[in-house]
């Protein structure tokens, strides 16, 4: 007997089930699919080796989170029409369809657009592939639809897509100090005036929330070894562009090609441009990088040879936060140690700043609370929980192992 939904077996969430429709379209479209290649946290995967899960995978979950929420929202009476839902559902589900290869490792770089951009993008051209079917979904994404909460679930600051994606990537490398209560704070949720708010009860559940984010952040996404694995990402990508263009490397990728030797206009209008920019972009991900590395370390640019033999051997280079040597002291080092190639090695220690901020007040997504009397507060003044307001800032530098040394 045919069914008129579709299972997904996730292993956080278990079984994950969407209606046949236009959602199910979209999820079945060679773009969305292109997401099962893309992995979530980039190269996390170098520290924790689990961490191998996709984009794919964290849009799913974040759609069945939101199908949660709508579902709880419309039980304490909240009107969200059919129409709405399903504009809903679209829009969060393809939130994130505008990343590139290794996510935000190489975010903007590959073209310089920004991947929520490209999602809109992608929406655009899927409304003419299904003609009004974006409509809605495009409206809620752009906060034009006069149900702000609606938009608030998809960005925010305790929105459905980092309740997935903190939930998901604690699973999946094995930190146990990103775990929250998703299901608690999605039954807390309510609205007011079409704005999206907390009830008391859940004070602590959101402050957890913002404790593990903060510890996720730096234990994962902002990790030493997972940084310097992303420094070196970042700068075998420009070295190799740089070699292209100046015609002493050469690559087949068509889509590749196109990015390096075009230039990419993030307001071009003209929708020519923008499908020929999404149909090279659709196909990308993260192989064709891979590859590239792969190729790359039989380059005689040593500097990418180096680079690519690093990332794909996983002999990564060195991250020191808040170091006492400035590059001029690294490079002294390496001459003492017998490496007198200051022209390359100058090239490979970095330096930079990371910074990360628990919790933002005073902003137009501010966590408004609802008390039991009716009364909205602001998170910060009704929390016992001390705000972290201010921006943690950790200095770093980052250069190769010796033993990477050698192989130049």
């Given amino acids: 007997m045919k069914t008129n939904y579709k299972i997904f077996n996730d292993p956080i969430y278990g079984f994950i089930t969407i209606p046949k429709g236009i959602l199910l379209d979209v999820i079945d479209h060679p773009w969305f699919q292109r997401l099962r290649r893309i992995k979530q946290t980039g190269m996390t995967h170098m520290v924790y080796p689990g961490a191998l899960h996709t984009r794919f995978h964290h849009l799913l979950g974040a759609l069945h ?27 969060i589900l393809l939130h994130d369809i505008g ?33 009004g079917s974006m409509d809605l979904a495009i409206s809620i994404f752009t906060n034009r639809y006069p149900k702000t909460f609606l938009y608030q679930l998809i ?13 998901r990537d604690s699973f999946y490398t094995g930190v146990a100090e990103g775990v929250i209560g998703h299901d608690r704070i999605i039954k807390m949720l309510n609205v007011v005036d079409n704005q999206l708010v907390i009830e008391e009860k859940g004070i ?45 490397y050469s690559i087949h990728h068509p889509a590749l090609n196109y990015f390096i030797n075009e230039k990419v206009n993030a307001k071009e209008s003209e929708f020519e441009k923008q499908y020929k920019i999404l149909s090279c972009y ?13 190729q790359a370390t039989e380059a005689e640019d040593e500097l990418l040879r180096l680079l690519a033999f690093g990332l794909n051997n996983r002999q990564l280079f060195r991250l020191e936060f808040n170091p006492q040597d400035t590059k001029e002291d690294v490079l002294q080092k390496f001459n003492k140690a017998g490496f007198t190639n200051s022209m390359v090695l100058k090239d490979l220690i970095w330096q930079g700043i990371e910074r990360n901020q628990i919790y933002q007040s005073n902003v137009k997504d ?8 009716g009364d909205l507060k602001r998170f910060a003044e009704v929390s016992e929980f001390e705000m972290r307001q201010k921006i943690i800032e950790k200095k770093f530098i980052c250069y190769p192992k010796k033993r990477l040394l050698l192989r130049l």
């Avoid at 935000?104 to 920004?114: D, N």
């Avoid at 593990?212 to 990402?233: D, F, G, I, P």
């Avoid at 659709?282 to 792969?294: C, P, Q, S, T, Y």
């Avoid at 501010?366 to 009397?373: F, G, N």
Wanted: hydrophobic share 45%; net charge negative; charged share 25%.
């Fill in 366 to 373: 501010e966590i408004i609370i609802l008390s039991k009397k």
């Fill in 99 to 131: 990343h590139g290869p290794f996510s935000h490792a190489l975010e903007s770089r590959i073209v310089p657009i920004h991947h929520e951009q490209i999602s809109l993008m992608f929406m655009k051209a899927f409304n003419t592939i299904w003609p």
């Fill in 282 to 294: 659709a196909l990308l991900d993260d192989i064709d990088i891979e590859f590239e590395i792969k």
């Fill in 65 to 91: 989170l939101a199908m949660q929420a709508i579902s709880g929202l419309k039980q304490k009476g909240v009107e969200i029409a059919p129409e709405e839902e399903e504009g809903f559902y679209l829009a």
């Fill in 155 to 167: 960005s925010g600051q305790v929105d459905l897509d980092r309740m997935d994606y903190l939930k």
């Fill in 204 to 248: 602590y559940s959101i402050e957890k929330f913002l404790v593990a984010r903060r510890l996720m952040y730096w234990q994962v996404y902002l990790h030493k070894t997972s940084l310097a694995a992303e420094l070196m990402l970042q700068h075998f990508w420009e070295r190799l562009k740089q070699l292209v263009i100046t015609g002493q």
